[in-house]
C-alpha cells in the first residue's frame, strides 16, 4: 500500500512559478514510478509528467516542456513539480500517482493522492 499526500497547490496570477510536493509512505514506494496528474473542471484528467525513483528519468506532456520541471527526493520520499511561466489554462487540481511504468495513461497508475488546487488567474 503506499499513501500520497500532495500540498504546495495555491492561487497564483499568470508568469508566476509555483512548487507542489507529494510525499509517499509505504514499504515499497521507492519500487514505483511517480507521476503528476490535473484535471480541471469539466475536462478529463490530464498527464502532466512522471519520473522513476530509481534513475530519475522523466517523462513530461507536451504543453508543459519546458516550463515545469519534476524531481524527487530519495531521501525524503518526495516528489516534486516545479512550475514556472504558469498560465491560466494550468488552473486545476494536480494529482500525485504511483505507478508501475513511466506511462502518461492514468490507467497504469494504482495509487493516487487527494488532489491540491492550483488556480492561475490572468
Known amino acids: 500500500q503506499v499513501q500520497l499526500v500532495e500540498s504546495g497547490g495555491q492561487l497564483v496570477q499568470a508568469g508566476d512559478s509555483l512548487r507542489l510536493s507529494c510525499a509517499a509512505s509505504?514499504?515499497?514506494?521507492?519500487?514505483?514510478?511517480m507521476g503528476w496528474f490535473r484535471q480541471a473542471p469539466g475536462k478529463e484528467r490530464q498527464f502532466v509528467a512522471a519520473i522513476t525513483w530509481s534513475s530519475g528519468s522523466t517523462r513530461y506532456a507536451d504543453s508543459v516542456k519546458g516550463r515545469f520541471t519534476i524531481s524527487r527526493d530519495n531521501a525524503k520520499n518526495t516528489v516534486y513539480l516545479q512550475m514556472n511561466s504558469l498560465k491560466p489554462e494550468d488552473t486545476a487540481v494536480y494529482y500525485c500517482a504511483a505507478g508501475a511504468r513511466l506511462s502518461a495513461a492514468s490507467g497504469n497508475y494504482h495509487y493516487w493522492g487527494q488532489g491540491t488546487q492550483v488556480t492561475v488567474s490572468s
Open positions: 509505504g514499504r515499497t514506494v521507492s519500487s514505483y514510478v
